[in-house]
């Protein structure tokens, strides 16, 4: 099952209850299981350059099916992935993009990007927690 336009919208209000919260305005991108776009919102005087990284963060944890820090480990030199990053439109290997569940299975995706990468993480958990 795929994430309603309500649930999207709630978690949508949640995101932005906490971005106002820590004071940072934020774009947000909720994807479907699928990756299409279902929602988004960009708060006003949110950075344009963190519209295409909040979209990128939530297809990263879509293509992987884990939070985009996880798929991040994955990304280091060290590994010897060279290039994955670059790999489906580019990855985005930094906290910010979460699967969305509704109980144990996974209905869709966000991705948040504004500000501080910890602060990103802090706003999209807030909005997840409302399916729980």
Do not use: W
Request: glycine letters at 12%; proline letters at 4%.
């Amino acid at each position: 099952m795929d994430i309603t336009l309500d649930q999207a919208e709630n978690l949508l209000a949640m995101a932005k209850g906490k971005a106002r919260e820590i004071g940072i305005p934020m774009n947000v991108a909720i994807l479907d299981t699928a990756g299409h776009l279902k929602s988004f919102m960009r708060m006003d005087n949110a950075f344009l350059g963190s519209i295409d990284i909040a979209i990128k963060k939530a297809k990263t944890a879509m293509l992987f099916r884990m939070n985009s820090e996880a798929v991040g480990e994955f990304l280091k030199p060290e590994i010897g992935a060279f290039g994955m990053e670059a790999s489906s439109g580019g990855l985005m290997g930094f906290a910010g993009g979460i699967p969305i569940k509704d109980g144990e299975e996974i209905v869709g995706y966000i991705g948040v990007s504004g500000g501080p990468v910890p602060m990103d993480f802090q706003v999209a958990s807030a909005a997840c927690n409302i399916l729980k």
